[in-house]
């Protein structure tokens, strides 16, 4: 005796050059934990968005039914109103603010603007009760862990009475206890009635808790698995299943000797001091050789390689860096790059690019030593330098004039590239280089990659997306919760295998 | 960063070669900013010229002008540097202050003997001005103490010490010639001068004050030599853009803007070599002007500070220490603020206790007429100077004009908003 509670009918959206989401369906049915499964970038976070209506009515295809009634939402606050609640990843709390504060903001218990206290912390109460929180309302949420910071999240959505409840990776930054108690916490509510819909892809997790898997993979649903046909093997199946056509540029890999080696590399946050981000890594990289590191958002990955360029990320790090089996000091970005090293960042936007400026002083800024003598730029020179990388690169501008703010996430990331390929590196650490580009600007990033091994340099390739690691790498590094806990040949890899390296490597902490 | 300036040599719109009337379409619209901002100096300035009966380019008003406005122009070099790095210094006025106060304790007070030198006062100012600058900068850089905070701090320090050190409310001096004649003083006419047209004797045999035409002949060289060279340096970045293939602005549009460019110039030469020639003041502020034009245009530490200004973050990835950048960009801001300070004092011929008081709202003001923007990143120091211009202009004017104090604050604070309206609506529409 289930109803339907909501129905997504063909939702497609679509962003400029890019189509994260083709004619997806997803049916939750009232009173069930409905898990979505899929990799990084599969469309899970988008889908949620179109839900809860951070994208609003109109700038995607397809129906949402909820409740029996057909919905267009213009912004969070209407699908809010109808009992549809998210809870990100990326939490919402203001540190500085009381949990009864963050509880009822924008929402308080008030008069004509005058807030009755009394109200909100009886209130706060009965709802910290709900999710087995013993914490007084008024202690700010910074003097609290990320676990119970999740449950004030859990308690703010309960406090909108919400009908649906998404959490979005809520375990990604938590405990083994933190999260088996917030699942247990799902149970619970589960057993009251309330429908939850939890995105994930710890596997265990989602064994554990769900009655329905759906899984996506590259922006379509694949399946949706009742109870009793979950199964880590079926699901991982299901994700990765897609076929390696000849989405990658050929090459004959020619690799020499090792060129770049870290040994026993330890770092710990910038912040929680006690909290040890990245734990004994070793790696070495040879000469023309693609060297790729895979794992889940939150592997540690980017820290690594930012604590290694420059000591950009963590603290108390220890451990040892050679180059060409000489130890080298990287403690400062400068140093970094005179010893020849590169590190193509992540997130363009916030620590690659200037985007107030154009494509000419982007490039040559990790090297302006090349286009000046004694401090003074010459600026024919480094127009040519400009004009000449963005051939290289095949940037798509009007002029080398162009600001880069203005330009397409593709020709943004050719940008960054050609800024630290004038840098002249040995290594070059790509993280996540397609990140948010559309297919062929990815083919071109994929053919710059292959021309530089070919020309001798040594390439690190940080990426969540396992086809593509498998597709351009000679070998693989697999990395879990600041391990590494596999290495292969690309050549014996599969999708299968990495998964099976993160999966284990997370039953191995359980135990 | 993003536009050229436009007097500056290798300005244009410099576009890949084979776009042909383009060119000149989109060297005027990348250029508009700055175009537009000098076209309001010159409005402003015909404006005041008529209701104030043609008082305003009367060279002896033209060299007030200039003696009047110029500490705030030096002053407004250091801020855009700062200002384009994301920060803002609000100790510059009380900083000036304590250097005019201490320069002039140096000077008159204190039995310092030989130290009491102007040249060796104005040295030892100098250098406490970087150190103050230093120890400002050092707690936003290292520290990252919002810079707000820091040099609110600084102002009401430098204000307290310039105050305490002058005893009070009196005020030190008379402060020697020799000093004076940085602010007040003209450059000697070394070549001589020539009289156009004899002034008018009248009845009782003596000359009447401002008849005649006579002309400070080394004042008029200099004038030719600073035109010749804007225009040789320009033709020479023109062949070699064409020399590397690369198209510079269409070449009507270069002579026109050069041959503007000149008679601007020469107008005002001619102006102050009928008076006493060029101002010292005006030549130290010339001076500074290239050296800060060259040094955010053509130089690396330049050009990392407006990376540090667009991106903090990228730019310290990018291998620039922003941190020592910071500390240096506050060094130079202290060390100008000591220059101001000087100035002033040398123009009152005293130190007292309010100088330089409120000026640093004066010099933020004009940074940001000069189109600065207030996250950083973005300004000239063309845009600066010319900024900095209008403010001077409209005060004269309105002071001219018997406008109200009161009331020429009204109108100053309006421009302000205006010009900064006018470049988001120009920011948004493209």
Partial sequence: MTSTILEMRDITKTFPGVKALSNVNLSVEEGEIHAIVGENGAGKSTLMKVLSGVYPSGTYEGDIVFRGQECHFKGIHDSEH???????????????????????????????????????????????????????????????????????????????????????????????????????????????????????????????????????????????????????????????????????????????????????????????????????????????????????????????????????????????????????????????????????????????????????????????????????????????????????????????????????????????????????????????????????????????????????KAIIVISSEMPELLGITDRIYVMNEGRMVGEMAASDASQEKIMRAIVRGEGKKAS | MSTESAPAPQSGAAEDVKQGPRIAVSALTTNLREYGLIIALIVIMLFFQYTTSGTLFKPVNLSNLVQQNSFIIVMALGMLLVIVSGHIDLSVGSVAGFIGALAAMMMVIWPLGPLSNPLVVSIICLIVGGAIGAAQGYWIAYHRIPSFIVTLAGMLIFRGICQALLGGGSSVGPLPDSFKALSSGFIPDVIGPLTLIPPTVNAAGKTILGSGLTLHMTTIVLGLIAVLAYAYFGLRARRKRERHGYEAEPFPLFVIKTLVGSALALFLVVQFASYRGLPVVLLVMGVLISLFVFVTKRMTIGRRIYAMGGNAKAAQLSGINTERLTLLVFINMGVLSALGGLIIAARLGQAVPAAGLGSELDVIAAVFIGGASAMGGVGQVIGAVVGGFIMGVMNNGMSIMGVNVDWQQVVKGLVLLGAVIFDVYNKNKA
């Fill in chain 1, 82 to 456: 109808i009992g549809i609640v998210i809870i990100h990843q990326e939490l919402a709390l203001v540190p500085m603010l009381s949990i009864a504060e963050n509880i009822f903001l924008g929402n308080e218990h008030a008069t004509y603007g005058v807030i009755d206290w009394n109200a909100n912390e009886k209130r706060t109460k009965a709802l910290l009760d709900k999710v087995g929180l013993k914490e007084d309302p008024k202690t700010l949420i910074t003097n609290i862990g990320v676990g119970k910071q999740q449950l004030v999240e859990i308690a703010k959505a309960l406090s909108k009475e919400v009908k649906l409840l998404i959490l979005d990776e809520p375990t990604a930054s938590l405990s083994e206890k933190d999260s088996q108690a917030l699942l247990d916490l799902l149970l619970e509510f589960k057993r009251q009635g309330m429908t939850s819909i939890l995105i994930s892809h710890k596997l265990n997790e989602v064994n554990r808790v769900a009655d329905k898997v759906t899984v996506i993979r590259d922006g379509r649903t694949i399946e949706t698995l009742p109870r009793k046909d979950i199964s880590e093997d079926r699901i991982i199946t299901s994700m990765v299943g897609r076929s390696l056509d000849d989405r990658y540029p050929p090459r004959e890999p020619q690799i020499g000797e090792v060129v770049f080696e870290v040994k026993d590399w330890s770092v710990y946050h910038p912040i929680h001091a006690e909290r040890q981000v990245i734990k004994n890594v070793n790696l070495n990289v040879r000469k023309g050789e693609v060297v790729g590191i895979a794992g889940l958002m939150g592997a540690g990955r980017t820290e690594f390689a930012m604590s290694l360029f420059g000591r950009s990320y963590g603290r108390h790090i220890t451990g040892e860096v050679l180059l060409e089996g000489k130890p080298i000091d990287i403690s400062s970005v400068s140093k970094a790059v005179e010893n020849r090293i590169a590190y193509v960042t992540e997130d363009r936007k916030t620590y690659g690019l200037n985007l107030i400026d154009h494509i000419k002083h982007n490039v040559t800024l990790a090297n302006l030593g090349g286009v000046s003598s004694r401090g003074v730029i010459d600026d024919m020179r480094e127009m040519s330098v400009a004009n000449d990388y963005r051939k290289k690169t095949n940037i798509r501008a009007s002029s080398v004039y162009q600001l880069t703010g203005n330009l397409s996430g593709g020709n943004q990331q050719k940008v960054v590239l050609s800024k630290w390929l004038f840098a002249d590196p040995e290594l070059l650490i790509l993280d996540e280089p397609t990140r948010g580009i559309d297919v062929g600007a990815k083919y071109e990033i994929y053919t710059i990659i292959a021309r530089l091994a070919a020309e001798g």
